[in-house]
């Protein structure tokens, strides 16, 4: 195959794999589907055996065609989310160009802006995706972009010197193309230059990777979101009581989180879940039946610079027991950062700044970029007085605020304080006659009007059993009239439903007796993967909950009114052998964005010391501990994913069935190693050898019968001596194998064809040669 004819081919490969990973980066398989199959078949209409170029006019209606959709992707995009709208539209733009000029006549000029067009679409795929798989695809597409610009060269040089040969030549016509090379082993040269290129760039690419890291204000809001538009699925900042989930919600990763305690690893799987707050929800409205967030309690978000060693959100007492997360979220379709209840400490050198709410103790982010890494720590039992002390500590971080002097003004948070969170809206005299009827018959009652009580405690307790207790947990919401309120029903008619009315029916029930009470929407973390140490939490992890102040001294408190059974089976990860391939993918996925994605300034630093600390020798001690946590690492791994039989049977049979895939493969290649050598090909070019080989075939179908009767010809000895030897020894018998050693030299050495006539005569020879060895075996 001549280098001109493999840039056609690897061109043509580069541009589709740019749409699919465009496509797979925007998350839209139906442009992939359509795109993907009008660009396959651009081969076989302009490259076919009829193969011809669409006419110019109609590329040119094409282009004008592409240049409208563009228009209308970019005026169709909703408001605030432009910047995504523009990249996709662009990325689709470049994509029908690239498609259009497949169809077209090609140039070298054509060639160079297609693939130019390829380029850019890969940068814009690259804007929206920090996926592993797109990181994959991305470095596959630079080593063939790489060996396709290289052969372009080669080809646009000798397209010159073929012009100006035909200029030259007394008949252009029948000049011929000069050879890109000369010399022996041109293709391993060429090769050899390509991977040498490659090395410098992939060399070049890391150090400036490395010594220029993702800085620590970086703000993208093109990542902000998604492709397509969407949101995060599964996590809302918004409940509402009559949409219904509908499933489990999506398998993509949202976010990975390791505990730790003590500098241990407190995860694990048989450890009860974990509950990651988001959006602290204090406010219902009776119109739009949804839980919402109050601007009131907006007015109290503060911004606080966040430096390098972190920020401490409330003082605790020396010796306070806490418990650390080092969360990595994969892409932020939102400024919320999850954390456990009542968070005292947070750092993160991916942001220089947070949102933090002393009312809510809601944690946001104000420059974030996709992936984000951070780090919040929380005390393992509720400290007193906890959120005055928030508002204390908030204060000396943002003093110069107009938010700060407002919020450190106590006759504005008392009154507010008051009304925080209380009250509710729809049938509130029902449903407060419900909740103490509930209550008298625990021997507990408590007046509406009262901020806190003694026993709001075990009232909040009473309510939450009760939920466990008398409700049915299902994935979907009943229908509910227009005119009805999804709560109501809940409550008093169908008792049964999702997470989002559990929660909200014992937010409503504690309001409606004057607790302060507010739901809360985040994840639960049940799914640990023992290969990397940390929790995969998904799109189908998200969750509703309830926050209840038990009053001074107590504190806000979580109490979670779905049946831990039903929450336990429907966020219990998968089991079997795919489970292990998934951990494996999951945390190879999880390197990517820790190590990648986030690649910042703290992990600069962490980089570079460790290259300081390999050129001055180490310490040896530590090189033999990293061996022993090697050790103990591959001999815990069966403990680690504790698989049952059934599994280790599936995985056994898979290793056997990888095991003997390679055996074969290992026996091909010694069969074709030997069949090369058999006919003499093995000095030759590897495109040379295939050709060869097929047309040679009969000379080894020929050693095959000879073998099988005992004569072995020796690797020393020439095909036309061992012929001759046979002969010598038995004519009448070994004469066809003179005849096909003969026609065997004409195509080897003589570059003869193998037309007709020698296929006649080469299955006329074996025939005869056939009955000779079974008359002589008779």
């Keep these: 195959m001549s280098l001109i004819y493999q840039f056609r081919r690897l061109a043509f490969a ?149 012009e100006h040969n035909r200029a030259a030549a007394t008949e252009p016509s029948k000049a011929i193309r000069p050879k890109p090379v000369v010399g022996r082993g041109h293709r391993w040269h060429f090769r050899f230059m390509t991977v040498a290129v490659g090395l410098m760039c992939t060399a070049v690419a890391v150090a400036v990777f490395v010594i220029s890291p993702r800085a620590d204000d970086t703000h993208n809001p093109i990542t902000a979101r998604d492709a397509s538009g969407r949101t995060e699925a599964g996590f809302s900042q918004q409940v509402s009581t009559r949409s219904s989930p509908g499933s489990r919600g999506g398998r993509e990763p949202v976010l990975n989180v390791r505990f730790y305690m003590h500098e241990m690893n407190i995860g694990g799987e048989n450890r009860p879940p974990w509950l990651l707050r988001g959006a602290a929800l204090d406010q219902y409205n009776q119109v739009t039946q949804a839980w919402s967030r109050s601007r009131s309690t907006n007015a109290h978000d503060f911004r606080l610079s966040l430096p390098s060693e972190g920020v401490t959100l409330v003082d605790l007492p020396e010796n306070t027991p806490t418990i650390e997360a080092h969360v990595t979220l994969r892409q932020l379709g939102h400024n919320v950062l999850f954390t456990h209840h009542l968070p005292s400490f947070v750092q993160s050198s991916s942001l220089a700044a947070v949102g933090f709410n002393a009312v809510d103790q809601q944690l946001t982010s104000e420059d974030a970029s996709g992936a984000l890494v951070y780090t919040v720590a929380w005390p393992v039992a509720p400290q007193e007085n906890v959120v005055e002390r928030y508002r204390e500590q908030v204060g000396r971080h943002a003093s110069d605020s107009e938010m700060l002097r407002q919020a450190r003004d106590s006759q504005l948070f008392e009154s507010f304080d008051r009304d925080y969170a209380r009250g509710w809206p729809v049938q509130r005299g029902r449903v407060t006659e419900y909740t103490q009827a509930l209550l008298a018959e625990h021997g507990l009652s408590r007046d509406p009007e009262a901020l806190h009580t003694d026993d709001d405690a075990a009232i909040a307790r009473v309510l939450t059993d009760y939920f466990r207790e008398g409700f049915t947990y299902k994935l979907t919401n009943p229908d509910v009239p227009d005119h009805q309120d999804p709560v109501i029903q809940f409550l008093f008619d169908h008792r049964s439903g999702h997470c989002e009315l559990f929660a909200s029916g014992l937010a409503a029930m504690a309001r409606s007796i004057g607790m302060q009470a507010r739901v809360v929407t985040g994840y639960v973390a049940s799914e640990y993967n023992p290969v990397g140490g940390y929790y995969v939490v998904r799109q189908r992890n998200a969750h509703a909950w309830v926050e209840i102040n038990t009053g001074p001294g107590q504190t806000w408190r979580t109490f979670d009114p779905t049946p831990p059974a039903d929450l336990a089976e429907e966020h219990r990860p998968r089991a079997g052998w795919r489970m292990v391939l998934r951990q494996l993918y999951d945390h190879a996925e999880f390197a990517w964005i820790r190590s990648v994605v986030a690649f910042d300034q703290r992990s600069r630093q962490a980089v570079m010391d460790g290259i300081q600390h390999t050129i001055q020798g180490g310490d040896e001690a530590e090189g033999v501990n990293w061996l022993k946590e090697v050790g103990e690492f591959f001999r815990d791994l069966p403990d680690y994913w504790r698989l049952d039989r059934i599994s280790w049977t599936i995985a056994g049979l898979i290793v056997v069935a990888i095991g003997i895939c390679l055996a074969y493969l290992a026996r091909l290649l010694v069969l074709r190693r030997q069949r090369l050598v058999a006919l003499q090909l093995t000095a030759l070019p590897r495109a040379k050898r295939r050709g060869l080989a097929r047309r040679l075939r009969f000379y080894l179908t020929m050693l095959d019968m000879l073998e099988r009767h005992g004569y072995h010809r020796p690797s020393w000895q020439s095909p036309f001596s061992f012929a001759q030897e046979l002969a010598e020894a038995n004519p009448m018998r070994f004469d066809p194998v003179v005849a096909l050693t003969e026609i065997f030299y004409e195509i080897r050495f003589g570059h003869r064809e193998l037309d007709g006539d020698r296929k006649r005569r080469i299955s006329a020879h074996l025939k005869q040669l056939e009955h000779a060895l079974v008359r002589t075996r008779g």
């Excluded at 651009?42 to 009829?50: D, H, I, R, S």
């Excluded at 497949?102 to 140039?107: A, C, G, N």
């Design 14 to 162: 580069q541009v589709l794999l740019g749409i699919v990973a465009f496509c797979l980066a925007a998350q839209n398989p139906g442009m992939l589907l359509v795109a993907g199959s009008i660009g396959a078949l651009a081969w076989y209409v302009t490259e076919g055996p009829n193969g011809r170029p669409l006419p110019r006019w109609v590329t040119n209606i094409g282009a004008l065609a592409a240049v409208a959709w563009m228009l209308v992707e970019l005026f169709a995009g909703e408001g605030g989310q432009q910047p995504v709208d523009m990249v996709v539209a662009m990325g689709h733009f470049t994509m029908w160009l690239q498609i259009l000029l497949l169809y077209s006549e090609k140039t070298n000029r054509e060639y160079a802006q297609v693939l130019v067009l390829s380029v850019l679409q890969m940068i814009a795929a690259s804007v929206l995706s920090v996926s592993m798989v797109y990181g994959v695809i991305l470095a596959a597409y630079c080593v063939l972009a790489l060996v396709t610009v290289l052969l372009f060269h080669f080809k646009s040089t000798s397209d010159k010197v073929l």
